[in-house]
C-alpha cells in the first residue's frame, strides 16, 4: 500500500498553466504505475492521464492531450501533471492514484491506493 498527497492546485484564469504533483510514501514508488484523475461536482471521476511503473508509457483523454503532460521522478516519489492551457472544463479536484498494474491504466478499477485530491479552479 502507498500513500499519496496532491499539490499545486489553485484559482487560475483560462489559459493559464499549473503543475500538480503527488508524493508517494510507504510503497516502492517504481513499481507503481500512476494516474491523475479529475472529478466535477455532479460528475463521474474520470481518467485523465496516466504513466506506467517500467518504461515511463504515458495515456491521456482525449479532452487533455496536447495540453496536459503526466511525468514521474522515481528519485523523489513523484509524479507530476503539467496543465497547459486551462480551461473553464478543466475545473475539478484531481485525484493522484497508483497500481501495481501495467495496463488498462485509464480505468479507475485498475487503482488500488488514492490521495485525497487537489482542486483546480479556472476562471474566465
Known amino acids: 500500500q502507498v500513500q499519496l498527497v496532491e499539490s499545486g492546485g489553485g484559482l487560475v484564469q483560462a489559459g493559464a498553466s499549473l503543475r500538480l504533483s503527488c508524493a508517494a510514501s510507504?510503497?516502492?514508488?517504481?513499481?507503481?504505475?500512476m494516474g491523475w484523475f479529475r472529478q466535477a461536482p455532479g460528475t463521474e471521476r474520470e481518467f485523465v492521464a496516466a504513466?506506467?511503473?517500467?518504461?515511463?508509457?504515458?495515456d491521456y483523454a482525449v479532452s487533455v492531450k496536447g495540453r496536459f503532460t503526466i511525468s514521474r521522478d522515481n528519485a523523489k516519489n513523484t509524479v507530476y501533471l503539467q496543465m497547459n492551457s486551462l480551461t473553464l472544463e478543466d475545473t475539478a479536484i484531481y485525484f493522484c492514484?497508483?497500481?501495481?498494474?501495467?495496463?488498462?491504466?485509464?480505468?479507475?478499477?485498475?487503482?488500488?491506493?488514492w490521495g485525497q485530491g487537489t482542486q483546480v479552479t479556472v476562471s474566465s
Open positions: 510507504g510503497g516502492t514508488f517504481s513499481t507503481y504505475s
Open positions: 504513466i506506467s511503473w517500467f518504461g515511463g508509457r504515458t
Open positions: 492514484a497508483a497500481t501495481i498494474q501495467g495496463s488498462a491504466l485509464g480505468s479507475r478499477n485498475r487503482y488500488t491506493d
